[in-house]
């Protein structure tokens, strides 16, 4: 399923826009096509390094759609994303979210490795930001690069009396998860994970408009508006 939804759809949907006379393609891949992890800033000419199938698929439409694009003068935008947030997020922010919105006692008060992220906001606009402009491989991220801790402080600042969150070494976490099996999570918790989008800001003329920050503080307002949480308040 993963292949023919990220790999051969892709490249069938750039050859119909080519033989359409289409300008511009997007398509959104993922900075997991580099890796898990990377204490130092990936550049968007960083080998491909997927780690799992979702990866794989994402890094084998690249190669692709990369190859079917001398075919035209379609203009192809390959855009790779860190994880994407919003208030509507799944998985491991949307957990923390929840747990952050329920006013959970944390264990991640002392977590020291940067994770590139970028909100759904900021994706969008750069999205819309790509019209019209010479095709290439793209980074894009948030300005700032935010460990756990960091992102749990902001977001527990829209959140009336949070719950604690704890200081617990890093390392014991990491080793406790990788001991459950949850290598994945221990990764995107525990390990840095950093892309470079100098290229990508320079060459498109773009920075994000939205701080980090502030993006996180509103997934906390627009979550506690939908569950009608005035606790606090």
């Known amino acids: 399923m993963l292949a023919a939804v990220n790999s051969a759809a892709p490249l069938a949907l750039l050859s119909a826009a080519?033989?359409?006379?289409?300008?511009?393609?997007v398509w959104l891949s993922s900075a997991k096509v580099?890796?898990?992890t990377a204490p130092t800033p990936l550049t968007e000419t960083a080998s491909l390094h997927?780690?799992?199938?979702?990866?794989?698929?994402?890094?084998?439409?690249?190669?692709?759609?990369?190859?079917?694009?001398?075919l035209a003068d379609t203009e192809l935008h390959i855009v790779r994303p860190p994880l994407v947030y919003g208030a509507d997020a799944q998985a491991n922010f949307g957990l923390l979210l929840k747990a952050v919105l329920g006013r959970w006692p944390l264990p991640l008060g002392a977590i020291t490795a940067p994770r590139s992220m970028v909100s759904v906001n900021n994706l969008a606009a750069f999205l819309r930001h790509l019209r019209g402009r010479a095709g290439g491989v793209w980074h894009v991220k948030d300005a700032d690069d935010l460990t756990?801790?960091?992102?749990?402080?902001?977001?527990?600042?829209?959140?009336?009396?949070?719950?604690?969150?704890?200081?617990?070494?890093?390392?014991?976490?990491?080793?406790?998860?990788?001991?459950?099996g949850k290598s994945n999570m221990?990764?995107?918790?525990?390990?840095?994970?950093?892309?470079?989008?100098?290229?990508?800001?320079?060459?498109?003329?773009?920075?994000?408009p939205f701080a980090a920050a502030d993006?996180?503080?509103?997934c906390v307002e627009l979550r506690r508006a939908e569950l009608g949480d005035a606790r606090g308040s």
Request: aromatic content about 6%; hydrophobic content about 45%.
């Open 18 to 25: 080519q033989q359409a006379g289409v300008q511009d393609f």
């Open 34 to 36: 580099l890796g898990a």
């Open 50 to 70: 997927p780690m799992d199938s979702y990866a794989i698929s994402k890094a084998v439409a690249e190669k692709a759609l990369l190859q079917q694009a001398r």
């Open 148 to 180: 756990i801790t960091e992102i749990v402080r902001a977001l527990q600042s829209g959140v009336p009396r949070p719950g604690a969150n704890l200081p617990v070494p890093g390392n014991w976490l990491d080793r406790s998860l990788r001991m459950l």
């Open 186 to 208: 221990a990764d995107a918790l525990f390990q840095p994970f950093l892309l470079n989008d100098q290229t990508t800001r320079e060459s498109l003329d773009w920075s994000a």
């Open 215 to 218: 993006e996180l503080l509103r």
